[in-house]
């Protein structure tokens, strides 16, 4: 059930504009057994879920995949090691069986082991204490493929981790979690179920539902682009819109079965020079934990705070007052603190927390919760991202009862995504093919670890062109025939699709990609078509939302750092207010 565009030399499940025409065609056109809101991880793996049990399938997101929470997490695709403090060990236990499963067969290209340091600072208690918590950790999820904890004296947790004050600790212990890139991973599982036949469009937004009596039937959707309307019918509705979850909820006239709390979370982004560690941290904060985690080889990312938000959902502003708590708690176990002008990038995300009305209609389950909302309306919300696997087959299991026919079990398990088959063979096989498309062999190693086996599509599109295989000026790290990719395969439709969440230019860079726009949108532009007008107005929008969202963090507050980040203006043409419509 691939999407046919094998045919143009790729591997199927592109997202290009020509499968974004087509998808817009069958939209309007076709029946669907589940029609799926939100591009989320939560949704992308819905649409996956019922596309490999055989069912039809429509993904519509209002702006980009994985532009909301499912691309400002803590890039770890992780079990929780503090839910067992809270005695949640169902919730461990999943996560880390789906953590191996995806380490092991899923997505081993993404998903990367990652050893972390947690240094002990109380004597006598802290080592056994902890020591038995990762006993739990570490065989609560079945087999592993990492190692399993190591205790250390100060002085060779030290040796591991230089960059620590001697006196913030008096031993250490290792473990093992993982490593993702967030966004990719989303962008990732979403083209896997297009591969498996699920339309997937984004610039789509949901402005109403149509209902037959009391049953939802199906959804009115306006593209974000160039305003046209259509109606999409299916037997089952699934709101998979996180924070979004409310909104989207009141454009059905439904009541909820249960209410979602978005919660801020800040990260910052700092160059791996300034902390001398081997490994990641784990630093313990009076309220929570503190991560330190290496990110591309070149940078930390730290974080995360938790403060209630209740501004605008779509782009969460940090502040002065979030990037100065981290840099207090992390400052309070460095040698050499970190300062404001250490920080490359900074950014903010919203945590889709549940706040139930009624157990009695909601099913609360491993911290997320499904609901049948209405015949033929299903609603999605909380979890973790490592679970979104978990998730999604929950809210197509709900489904179910909405579709005539028989509804085949998941089997998710057992389907790998798009880059995962080859790419062990391939990181044995790097030299050869850095030879073979004359690149250095990092770099073969690089792409492998963002495409997997798809590599050679994206080396193909330089055939013929070798300055694509150059360098994005101001943003090395990257190839310039990754932006080509990005708009040609993985949906990209805007500079900041590419520039924050196909790459992650936007927080690598102490520019976040303001300098090297302009190239970037001259590499993407006969592809999506733009004229000189509309590369221009690319460059000024992205550049725009840069300045606000750096001024955003000099502001002391949410309120005035929420002012200054709306008022850029979007890539997409404005976005709707949602106004019910009927069919």
């Not at 600790?169 to 083209?191: E, F, K, P």
């Not at 043409?573 to 069919?583: F, M, R, Y």
Request: charged content about 20%; aromatic content about 6%; glycine content about 8%.
């Amino acid at each position: 059930m691939a999407n046919g565009s094998q045919g143009q030399g790729l591997s199927g499940g592109e997202l290009g504009p020509a499968q974004r025409e087509a998808a817009w065609e069958r939209l309007g056109r076709d029946h669907f057994d589940v029609v799926v809101v939100g591009g989320g991880v939560v949704g992308a793996g819905i649409a996956l879920d019922a596309a490999t049990r055989g069912l039809e399938v429509a993904l519509v997101e209002a702006r980009d995949l994985a532009s909301g929470t499912s691309s400002r997490s803590s890039k770890m695709f992780h079990g929780g090691l503090r839910y067992l403090e809270q005695l949640d060990f169902g919730l461990v236990r999943e996560a880390l069986h789906e953590r191996e499963l995806s380490l092991k067969t899923l997505a081993p290209h993404l998903v990367k082991p990652l050893r972390f340091l947690y240094p002990l600072t109380h004597r006598v208690w802290e080592r056994p204490y902890v020591a038995s918590g990762l006993v739990l950790y570490d065989t609560m999820g079945g087999s592993k493929s990492v190692p399993g904890q190591h205790h250390l004296t100060r002085s060779a947790a030290l040796r591991l981790a230089p960059g620590l004050r001697r006196s913030a600790l008096i031993g250490g212990v290792t473990y093992y979690d993982t490593v993702v890139d967030d966004a990719r991973h989303t962008m990732t599982v979403a083209r896997t179920a297009a591969h498996y036949g699920a339309v997937i469009r984004t610039s789509t937004q949901v402005v109403g539902f149509l209902r037959e009596a009391d049953r939802v039937v199906g959804v009115n959707v306006r593209d974000s682009e160039d305003g046209r309307t259509t109606q999409v019918r299916g037997h089952v509705v699934i709101n998979a819109t996180g924070v979004w979850t409310d909104e989207v909820q009141a454009l059905a006239r439904q009541r909820g079965r249960f209410h979602v709390r978005a919660s801020k979370g800040v990260h910052i982004v700092v160059p791996r020079d300034r902390i001398a560690s081997d490994t990641a941290l784990i630093l313990r904060t009076p309220t929570s934990v503190l991560f330190v985690v290496p990110w591309g080889g070149s940078h930390w990312v730290i974080g995360t705070t938790d403060t209630d938000w209740n501004l605008d959902l779509a782009h969460p502003a940090a502040t002065k007052a979030d990037i100065d708590y981290l840099l207090e708690r992390v400052n309070q176990a460095l040698v050499t603190p970190l300062t404001h002008d250490d920080i490359q990038g900074v950014y903010a995300g919203l945590r889709p927390l549940l706040a139930g009305e009624s157990d009695e209609t909601s099913k609360l389950s491993r911290e997320h919760a499904v609901a049948r909302i209405a015949p033929g309306l299903i609603a999605i919300a909380g979890g973790k991202y490592t679970t979104y696997r978990v998730m999604a087959y929950d809210a197509v299991d709900a489904a179910a009862q909405d579709i005539p026919q028989r509804v085949s079990p998941t089997i998710t398990e057992k389907v790998p995504l798009l880059g995962a088959d080859g790419y062990f063979a391939l990181l044995n096989q790097a030299p050869q093919l850095a030879q073979t498309y004359g690149i250095h062999p990092y770099r073969v190693e690089h792409l492998l670890n963002r495409y997997g086996s798809l590599v050679t599509d994206v080396l193909d599109l330089a055939a013929g062109k070798p300055e694509l295989l150059q360098p994005i000026t101001d943003s090395p790290t990257y190839l310039r025939v990754e932006a080509v990719y990005a708009a040609a395969a993985e949906g990209a439709l805007h500079l900041d699709d590419i520039l924050a969440r196909r790459t992650r230019i936007s927080i690598e860079y102490s520019h976040r990609g303001a300098s090297c726009a302009e190239e970037v949108a001259r590499l993407v532009a006969p592809i999506l078509g733009w004229s000189e007008d509309r590369i221009d107005h690319e460059v000024a929008t992205y550049k725009a939302r840069v300045d606000a969202e750096i001024r955003s963090q000099t502001q002391p507050d949410d309120v005035a750092a929420d002012a200054l980040r709306a008022a850029a203006p979007e890539p997409r043409p404005e976005i709707l207010e949602p106004v019910p419509l009927d069919g």
